[in-house]
Nanobody
Framework: QGQLVESGGGLVQAGGSLRLSCAAS????????MGWFRQAPGQEREFVAA????????QYTGSVKGRFTISRDNSKNTVYLQMNTLEAEDTAVYYC??????????????????WGQGTQVTVSS
């Protein structure tokens, strides 16, 4: 089925930056749309960003627009989430996910059929 492994999380001060990476193995990475979701304590998992299989189109949730950038390198089987101007409200476990909806940027978790284990991002105010 394949595996997704996130990295790059950590503790950062408000206003700082982090770049998350998600390395995929065991699947044809370039055939999948990819997404990032996050889940804060006591809250439901929420959509953050998504990118089509070729990287031609992206989508973001409103609260991260202009601060976060999703990108991918199909030659490295990796998707990235560059997070700038971080806020305390961005504190959560971040998950990457793969969707067979190749040409779309799905925002619903039900559209994804593979998930990583998550990486913690903590923003101190």
């Amino acid at each position: 089925q394949g595996q997704l492994v996130e990295s790059g999380g950590g503790l950062v001060q408000a206003g700082g930056s982090l770049r998350l990476s998600c390395a995929a193995s065991g699947r044809t990475f370039s055939g999948y749309a990819m997404g990032w979701f996050r889940q804060a304590p006591g809250q439901e998992r929420e959509f953050v960003a998504a990118i089509t299989s070729t990287g031609s189109s992206t989508q973001y949730t409103g609260s991260v627009k202009g601060r976060f950038t999703i990108s991918r390198d199909n030659s490295k089987n990796t998707v990235y989430l560059q997070m700038n101007t971080l806020e305390a409200e961005d504190t959560a476990v971040y998950y990457c996910a793969a969707s067979p909806l190749t040409y779309y940027t799905p925002t619903s978790a039900t559209s994804y059929n593979a998930w990583g284990q998550g990486t913690q991002v903590t923003v101190s105010s």
